[in-house]
């Protein structure tokens, strides 16, 4: 996790809006950040790096995110189409809603249809263990 420290511990601790959930995450590091800007890029850098599958964009403005995606010589460009999946609780608690590219891609055409259903679905295998439906 990256930001603030003190920040990420109140919210922790707190958890005011979330009453039933446990936001205990017993060995997961903590990297203290100073900005948004800093954050975005060493949540790249982690990735890059191999010690992270992925960034995650919390609640870094969305510029400060992208631009360190796709920085030039740090961030993490390939030939792959960039996409984006929001994960969410389900109302019941009894799973979680992947939404892919509500934001990302506005007009695709079909061959950036099919990567971004080969993303979703590459990342949703990856983060549980029941198929995707």
């Known amino acids: ?9 109140l919210v922790m601790q ?12 017993p060995g997961i590091e903590m990297i203290d950040c100073k900005d948004a800007q800093s954050c975005a890029a ?3 850098k982690l990735v890059r790096s191999g010690k992270a599958d992925m960034p995650m ?24 189409l960039i996409t984006q999946i929001t994960v969410t609780d389900r109302n019941d608690e009894k799973g979680l809603h992947f939404i892919s590219d509500c934001a990302m891609n506005i007009s695709p055409d079909l061959k950036a249809k099919r ?14 263990t029941n198929a995707p439906k």
Request: charged share 25%; no cysteine.
């Open 14 to 25: 707190s958890k005011p809006l979330f009453p039933k959930k446990n936001y205990a995450l």
């Open 57 to 80: 964009k919390g609640l870094l403005p969305t510029a400060t995110f992208m631009r360190a995606v796709l920085h030039k010589e740090t961030g993490l460009r390939s030939d792959s």
């Open 42 to 44: 060493e949540a790249v």
């Open 115 to 128: 990567q971004i259903i080969e993303n979703a679905v590459k990342l949703r295998m990856l983060w549980a």
């Open 1 to 9: 996790m990256k930001g603030s420290r003190g920040e990420l511990e």
